[in-house]
C-alpha cells in the first residue's frame, strides 16, 4: 500500500486532523500536508516518520507490517498475507519471554519443512545473513 494513503487514512481513522497531528508531533501543518498529498513524501525523514506514527500509537513494524492496511483496507491483503499479519500482530503482543520461545520454535518449524520438502534455504534472510540469530532464538 502506498506510504502516502496510509499517511493520510490512519490521520482519518484516529480523528485527527492535520493541524491536531502537528501539534502533537512538532511536525509542521503545511509539512504533514505535503506528505499527504505526495509532493514531498521523497524528503520524509525517519524521525519526523516516528514523530507521526507516535501521534497515531504505532511502530515502525505496525506501520509498515500489515497492520495498517488490515485496518484500511483488509480485501487487499490476500489470505496467506492477512493471515501473517494475524500471527505477527498476535506475535507482538506476547511478553519478551514467550515471544522468543515462539519465535525460536517456529524458526525450527520452517527449517524441519525445508528438510522435509528440499527446499534449498529457506532461512529468511537475515538469519542467512545473522546466523547468530538462530542461536539467540533458540536459548532457554
Not at 500489515?66 to 493471515?83: R, Y
Not at 519465535?103 to 520438502?117: G, N, S, Y
Request: glycine residues 6%; aromatic residues 6%; charged residues 30%.
Amino acid at each position: 500500500m502506498d506510504l502516502v494513503l496510509k499517511l493520510r487514512e490512519i490521520r482519518r481513522m484516529r480523528g485527527l486532523s492535520q493541524k491536531d497531528v502537528s501539534r502533537l508531533s512538532g511536525v509542521g501543518e503545511k509539512t504533514i500536508s505535503s506528505f499527504e498529498t505526495g509532493q514531498r513524501i521523497g524528503s520524509l525523514k525517519l524521525s519526523q516518520l516516528k514523530r507521526l506514527l507516535g501521534v497515531y500509537g504505532l511502530t515502525e513494524s505496525q506501520f509498515f507490517g500489515g497492520t495498517v492496511e488490515k485496518q484500511i483496507a483488509p480485501w487487499e491483503l490476500d489470505e496467506e498475507e492477512f493471515a501473517t499479519s494475524r500471527i505477527l500482530d498476535d506475535l507482538r503482543t506476547m511478553p519478551n519471554p514467550v515471544k522468543k520461545t515462539l519465535l525460536a520454535k517456529f524458526q525450527l518449524m520452517l527449517e524441519t519443512a525445508a528438510d522435509v520438502h528440499r527446499v534449498k534455504d529457506a532461512r529468511p534472510s537475515y538469519v542467512r545473513e545473522n546466523p547468530e540469530w538462530h542461536m539467540l532464538t533458540s536459548r532457554n
